[in-house]
């Protein structure tokens, strides 16, 4: 970013008169709208005025939202007031309407309701240093005291959660929701009672019930205000989006639910530091800004921050040390002067454990960053080091042949580089963040270190009870994430407001001079100060883009990218067609036969396209090891004739000769999996018809040959075509992504141009080999070498038709699945593999059906777990007790949406014998009946 | 629409979901059959009523017919929300439901535009 004079001139300008505009009222004339007055009452997350009197909240932007579709202005009354007083308010007309009303009988007889502007719970929380009450533990709930605001409907909806959940209390009223929040710090009442409208502090959210719609409330005669209430709300549902959500994010994310489970052990060590019995000292490093630094005798910075954080967290009080120095500082640590520190870098955690001290879990990661100047030519002649705090080292090992120069702290390095007197320092990213961002004349810039980084927790001395680093790790886990980066944000952004016109002038005298020149520029403001506040948003984007570049930098993978570029690249060619026809289209809209060629072009491109990203897709899934082969007994003839009847009509559209042989083969039925197999050949048979020109042959070829290991059989397959060939250079990394043959005659070829790689991906998986031969104009001949199991002689040596298909023919299904779609689908499966079977809708028919049956007529249950009556756990425990001797001896599997372990756990322990996660596929339920005994064909 | 452009729509790989079923005219018939499917409605209604176990057992349904489908988004929002209702006590988050929603719409009008 550059700072030309013309560009300060403008900011400088701009703000000052920013500044004298700011002192005018707007004058225009005002036309005549409606007032409507609206109740305001404080409520902190819905209604809210700061000190410099910005009002804002979930109720406050509602109003702000319909104020876009509406032509009347709003007064806001009653803030002051409490909720009890509005409906007064309302009835007696000193306001028109409020807002965060529930739909209650009693009120619908005197006002009326809008369409709803938002969802909200009763909300019961405790203060955060109060653990006697346990969520969720109704138990401890009974006889609390809890305090509630008068004539809150919300009341009731205690009365009726306590009765449902068996306990009592004692209801204490309030006025305002200020009053009620200080009497639950004090602990005058133990719990309190609110709409989740409220914005909590300090608090714990016991529980959230009764979730209602909320609605804007009127007097029920003023019907004209309620239409055009309507309207508005119309209007938001239709153009804002999901504002609801949008403003529940904004005023109350801290709703999440984050229920930190203290142990009774450490409940008690926490209530020690609470009333005082213990004091808790802590201290951090006196000189790293900004992560913790001193500035006017107190410690301040991102760590201290964010161990604040913890600690209100936790509701453990502390004291804050402030060292004057580093050695100081490890004296203390050292003597046990201070029980703990916040920013503690483990280099030993032996040492730890010999000397009794103990730690948190790590709350961040550090990185480091070069700071260098921006036109810095990347030799590192000079290094600034700070010879305080060397960075353990690191500095040695950096830039070797560097002159070093001395410095007193990181800031000075980073001065000095600043002035030319080093080209580089070594500080924490952070640190270099935050110079770099306020340094207003952008000269610097920085680098972000992939190594070293370092671990930071907060570690106790000996001092104390090892017990509070569980606390603090429990706190750290609960911290929502990205906590400490936000923090960090904080400090290192740059902020507008630093920039004050003096240290323009100071910076540059120049423009002082030339805002003599203020008629001329009275003219330019409009520009002016679109400028600047531009100016300002690029700085902060070039902030948020730096500290996005520092993620992306550590995740950087080479291949990765390269694999990106090549994928956007292919996808753009394709995507470029489909627009540009696209665009063709629109100026050709009387002319069909155009049309209809433009269509095809983009039916031909987007079909491309898709399988461009399949194949990526399929590409991206190998990668990441998430393919996972699904092996089942399959008749190879079979496979090939699916494979053969594919390829046979693209070769004939080009008039190509294809051939298919089979020799040899004494085991046709193996086990294997049948969609990969036919995806390999068929990406090696899709590439010899499309290189290969009109009239060519291609040939596919299958040969066993003797088996190296008993129960198995070796396979060759071979693609051969009598194409165009390839090149020896191409042959080396035709397995490659994205290699392509360049020559010119596959120019118009279109391909993903990994389907070789992904090929050659499957077959690594299989434990296959492929060779190939190939010169240019004398085609090409691939060969794969397979190992398959062998099916078991069950069945399975039928020729032809699968043995896939036959492995479960004729096995009779006793089935449990209560979604009737479901119970289709798994019906339609059973049947086109030849089994029987019979469905009920719930636990209890089936058990009461399967008292009744003989012992032949059913081989398996498949049962659902989620049912209503009588769900599988219960049905299996019903059927193994039950007296019909089949009952202790029929396989049982489960059939459930969850691949949970505890869930698979808990089925065994019923008495299952196996369990499949849906959907449900052959391959799947043959591994299963296998595991119950009942197959033995799979692997 | 083809096939496979709706399951590439979906967020699924049609090819694997078309493995499982005896043949495209079946699991097209079963597609449009979803929209009927109550388990839907059961979740929404559960939801309002602020029935916890019941709307965890509809999402759990949805899921589990989602994934017979081969219906990714709508599986992968529809398990986030079965795990947020799991035990619950209070509502989920509502961008867990309104992900649910939002994958049950456009699967449900990528149906209506499947080919025959």
């Known amino acids: ?939 | 629409m083809e096939l496979n452009v709706f399951f590439a729509s979906v967020g699924a790989d049609g090819r694997q979901v078309l493995a499982r079923f005896p043949g495209e005219d079946m699991l097209r018939r079963f597609l449009r059959k979803f929209p009927g499917d109550p388990s839907h409605a059961m979740l929404q209604a559960a939801l309002e009523s602020g029935n916890l176990s019941e709307a965890f057992r509809a999402a759990h349904t949805l899921k589990g017919t989602a994934a017979n489908l081969g219906l990714e988004d709508l599986y992968a929002a529809a398990s986030d929300l079965t795990e947020a209702l799991r035990g619950a006590s209070a509502l989920p988050p509502q961008q867990s439901v309104q992900a649910v929603e939002r994958a049950y719409r456009s699967a449900v009008d990528l149906i209506a535009q499947l080919d025959d």
């Open chain 1, 1 to 939: 970013m550059n700072h030309s004079p013309s560009r300060i001139f403008h900011r400088a300008l701009a703000l000052l008169l920013a500044l004298l505009l700011a002192s005018f009222a707007p004058a225009c004339a005002e036309e005549a709208r409606q007032r409507i007055r609206v109740g305001f009452f404080a409520f902190d997350g819905y209604h809210m005025i700061d000190e410099g009197g910005e009002r804002s909240g979930y109720g406050c932007d509602f109003l702000r939202l319909i104020s876009r579709y509406l032509d009347v202005d709003f007064e806001f009354v009653g803030y002051e007031n409490s909720w009890d007083d509005m409906q007064d308010m309302l009835a007696d007309g000193s306001i028109d309407m409020v807002t965060s009303a529930q739909m209650t009988p009693e009120r619908m007889d005197e006002f009326a309701f809008s369409k709803p502007i938002g969802t909200s719970s009763a909300m019961l929380t405790a203060s955060s240093r109060n653990w006697s009450i346990v969520a969720g533990e109704y138990g401890s709930y009974d006889g609390m005291r809890v305090g509630m605001l008068l004539g809150n409907s919300r009341n009731d909806d205690l009365a009726e959660f306590a009765a449902e959940n068996g306990f009592s209390y004692a209801p204490i009223n309030f006025e305002l929701a200020e009053e009620l929040e200080q009497a639950l710090q004090s602990g005058e009442v133990d719990a309190a009672l609110t709409s989740s409208l409220r914005r909590t502090q300090d608090e714990r959210v016991l529980d959230l019930f009764a979730a209602h719609d909320f609605y804007v409330m009127v007097r029920k005669d003023d019907m004209q205000l309620l239409r055009r209430l309507n309207y508005a709300i119309n209007q938001l549902n239709a153009v804002e989006g999901d504002w609801k959500n949008d403003l529940n994010n904004r005023y109350y994310a801290h709703l999440e639910d984050r229920e930190l489970a203290f142990t009774a052990e450490e409940q008690a060590l926490i209530q020690q530091y609470a009333s005082g019995e213990r004091t808790l000292v802590m201290s951090a490093s006196h000189d790293r800004v900004p992560y913790s630094y001193v500035e006017d005798g107190q410690l301040k910075g991102i760590i201290i921050d964010y161990f604040d954080m913890l600690a209100d967290y936790i509701g453990i009080p502390y004291e804050l040390k402030v060292p004057v120095s580093r050695e100081e500082y490890q004296q203390w640590r050292m003597d046990c002067v201070i029980d703990g520190t916040m920013d503690a870098r483990i280099d030993s955690m032996s040492w730890v454990e010999d000397n009794s001290y103990c730690v948190s879990a790590p709350y961040t990661t550090m990185r480091l960053a070069v700071v260098t100047r921006r036109d810095f030519d990347g030799e590192i002649r000079r290094l600034a080091v700070a010879t305080a705090q060397g960075l353990f080292g690191i500095e040695d090992n950096f830039a070797p042949s560097a002159q070093r120069i001395d410095v007193a702290s990181r800031e000075e390095g980073m001065r000095a580089v600043l002035d030319g007197k080093a080209d580089a320092v070594v500080v924490y990213l952070y640190t270099a963040q935050q110079f770099v961002n306020q340094d207003e004349r952008g000269l610097l810039t920085y680098t972000l270190l992939e190594e070293p980084t370092y671990e930071y927790c907060v570690a106790f001395t000996p001092n104390v009870s090892h017990v509070l680093s569980g606390i603090f790790t429990k706190a750290i886990y609960a911290m929502p994430g990205g906590m400490f980066e936000d923090l960090a944000a904080e400090y290192t952004s740059y902020r507008a407001k630093d920039v004050d016109f003096l240290t323009w002038i100071k910076i540059y005298p120049l423009p002082a001079i030339l805002l003599c020149t203020g008629l001329f520029l009275m003219c330019l403001f409009a520009v002016l100060l679109f400028e600047r506040q531009k100016a300002v948003r690029l700085e902060q984007k070039r902030s948020a883009e730096l500290s996005a570049l520092a993620v992306q930098a550590e995740r950087a993978n080479r291949a990765k990218s390269d694999f990106l570029a090549n994928v956007s690249h292919d996808i753009r060619t394709p995507m470029n067609a489909i627009v540009g026809f696209a665009n063709l289209m629109d100026g050709r809209l009387d002319d069909p036969a155009q049309l209809h060629e433009y269509i095809q072009k983009i039916r031909f491109s987007s079909s491309h396209l898709l399988s461009l990203i399949d194949d990526v897709l399929d590409m991206s899934r190998i990668e990441a090891n998430k393919i996972t082969l699904l092996p089942a007994p399959i008749s190879l003839t079979d496979q090939i004739r699916q494979v053969e009847d594919i390829t046979r009509g693209s070769a004939a559209e080009r008039d190509q000769r294809f051939w298919v042989e089979i020799h040899d083969l004494e085991h046709d039925a193996v086990v294997a999996d049948a969609v990969r197999l036919r995806q390999v050949l068929l990406n090696l048979l899709s590439n010899a018809v499309k290189y290969t020109p009109s009239g060519g042959s291609i040939s596919l070829s299958l040969r066993e040959f003797p088996g190296a290991r008993a129960g198995s059989a070796n396979y060759c397959f071979t693609v051969a075509d009598n194409g165009s060939g390839m090149t020896k250079d191409f042959l080396d990394r035709i397995f490659e992504p994205f290699a392509r043959s360049e020559a010119s005659v596959t120019n118009t070829v279109q391909g993903t141009g990994l389907g070789m790689a992904i090929t050659k991906n499957l077959l690594d998986r299989m434990k296959g080999e492929i060779s190939v031969e190939s010169a240019p104009g004398k085609g090409s001949r691939f060969e794969l070498l397979l190992s398959f199991p062998i099916a078991s002689a069950d069945g399975s040596q039928h020729t032809e038709l699968a043995a896939e298909s036959g492995a479960i023919a004729g096995m009779r299904f006793l089935c449990a699945e209560d979604n009737a779609l479901n119970a289709e689908i798994l019906e339609a499966t059973l049947r086109m593999h030849g089994a029987e079977c019979t469905i009920y809708p719930d636990g209890a028919q089936l058990v009461q059906a399967f008292d009744a049956l003989k012992p032949e007529d059913y081989d398996v249950i498949l049962m659902d777990i989620q049912m209503p009556n009588m769900n599988g756990l219960e049905a299996t425990h019903a059927i193994r007790a039950s007296e019909n001797p089949l009952g202790a001896r029929i396989p049982i599997i489960a059939m459930t949406a969850n691949a949970f372990a505890d869930d698979v756990r808990q089925s065994r322990e019923m008495g299952m014998n196996a369990h499949i996660s849906k959907p449900l596929d052959m391959s799947k339920l043959l591994r299963a009946l296998a595991e119950v005994g009942l197959r033995g064909g799979d692997e």
